[in-house]
């Protein structure tokens, strides 16, 4: 899901409904806003689910579409790879 968590409005529901549809060993690759990762308590919500994913990638902060002059290097985005248990 790359560019979407923008968009998603309840994380929690997201994550526990890919746990009921990824496979033991699929991987979960998103990114998301770092602005809306700390509004959302983003640290918190992957924790939670610890037990179903591990935490492969939690990037650094990265610039969000470096060449746009909208954006530039305003937003940073954040990439994760989950695996499931």
Do not use: A
Not at 27 to 52: A, M, V
Request: with cysteine; aromatic share 12%; hydrophobic share 40%.
């Amino acid at each position: 899901m790359i560019g979407s968590m923008t968009y998603c409005k309840k994380p929690n529901v997201l994550l526990s409904l890919i746990t009921n549809y990824l496979k033991k060993n699929g991987i979960f690759i998103f990114t998301h806003r770092i602005d809306l990762w700390e509004k959302q308590g983003f640290d918190s919500i992957i924790t939670k689910y610890n037990k179903f994913f591990t935490l492969m990638l939690k990037s650094r902060p990265i610039n969000y579409l470096p060449n746009n002059s909208s954006f530039s290097n305003k937003i940073k985005i954040r990439i994760v790879i989950l695996k499931k248990n």
